[in-house]
């Protein structure tokens, strides 16, 4: 059967928001059809099903003994989608070597909360370390991080971001020993910069995201946030 190469894709924000999940913690499969998304928290699973208006069942993946977590998985079928998603820039396997993914600059911001709930984190907590000296030494630390096992496509959200909104980040690596010294790569946003970002990719209300992250960025967002 000859396959429909040629699906036409309307971007939208929603849209956008599965591509940057299917960029961290989603995998084509090698029968060039199937999409399958896998996620410890159900709730992204069932976010991330709604967004696609798919009917097909999540099913529960083994428990994993390392992490001591239950994992989901949402599959579905679509040779147009998958043709499309190749076309972009996704492919099977693509961990270790993932590079650019053809977003619409309207829409990178959609995608980049993806990103965030895929593979990346939002971290907040009060400084105390310097109270033995003076009580008032308590410091508010946010930190906004997108990870990837492939500096490539670090790089490239790197400049992405400085392009439309003028910040860049840090950019570091780490080894993970527990996970067979696995290197990764961090971009990471601090304080100021994380608060832009975060801001900017919660633009408004009622957009699709990983509740439990949203929670911990919502005390940070402006009311008059850039839409």
């Not at 069942?57 to 679509?78: A, H, M, P, V, W």
């Not at 309207?106 to 109270?131: E, M, P, V, W």
């Not at 959200?157 to 439309?164: F, T, V």
Request: charged share 25%; proline share 4%.
């Amino acid at each position: 059967m000859r396959r429909q190469t040629n699906k036409k894709i309307y971007w939208n924000s929603k849209f956008a928001y599965v591509v940057g999940l299917i960029a961290t913690d989603g995998n084509l499969s090698k029968d060039k059809r199937h999409i399958n998304f896998t996620s410890s928290d159900i709730q992204l699973i069932n976010t991330y099903k709604l967004c696609l208006n798919k009917s097909n069942s999540i099913t529960l993946n083994s428990f994993s003994e390392r992490t001591k977590k239950q994992s989901y998985k949402f599959q579905f079928g679509d040779v147009g989608f998958y043709d499309f998603l190749m076309r972009i820039g996704l492919y099977p396997n693509k961990s270790l070597t993932i590079d650019k993914i053809n977003v619409p600059n309207k829409y990178f911001r959609d995608f980049l909360r993806g990103h965030l709930d895929g593979d990346g984190s939002i971290i907040f907590y009060k400084d105390k370390y310097n109270t033995d000296k003076n009580p008032k030494y308590v410091y508010d630390r946010l930190f906004v991080y997108f990870i990837s096992a492939s500096i490539k496509h670090v790089i490239w959200l790197q400049k992405n971001i400085h392009n439309l909104i003028g910040i860049r980040g840090s950019l570091n690596k780490q080894v993970w020993k527990k996970q067979k010294k696995t290197v990764i790569y961090r971009l990471k946003f601090s304080t100021k910069q994380a608060k832009i970002i975060l801001n900017w990719i919660y633009y408004k209300p009622n957009l699709p995201c990983l509740l439990r992250k949203y929670l911990i960025a919502k005390p940070f967002l402006s009311p008059s946030s850039p839409t």
